[in-house]
């Protein structure tokens, strides 16, 4: 018996045959593509927020709503880490008058040469 390797069905390279054991080829697309449910309760406000937001074509579908608000509070939180790192790496090493004095240098010498 053949050993079943999921991805060599959408290589064209499969050549098994179907036992009652073997997955269908639908089975192993809809397995090698789909996401991990994840169970949650909402309260009924909460279910009226994500209606809404359906309705407004943040997301098609409540779940659709739910990722986009995972990857921007995810965007958020690294945002906040990289702004914590900045300020953190300025505490750490504080401007002098000397770095200031040099960027408006630098500031009046990019302006000077603009072509206005």
Known sequence: MATFVP??????TASISRTPT?????TCRILLCMTT??????????????DKLVASGIGETRSAVVREAVVRLA?????AEDGAS???????????ADDN????????????????
């Open 37 to 50: 449910p994840v169970p949650t309760r909402f309260s009924d406000e909460e279910i009226e927020v994500l």
């Open 101 to 116: 004095q040099l960027a408006l240098t630098n500031a009046m010498a990019m302006t000077e040469a603009e072509p206005w």
């Open 22 to 26: 073997t997955p269908s080829r639908s």
């Open 75 to 79: 965007d958020a939180v690294r945002r």
């Open 86 to 96: 900045i300020a953190g790496s300025y505490r750490a090493l504080p401007q002098s």
């Open 7 to 12: 991805e060599r069905l959408f290589s064209g």
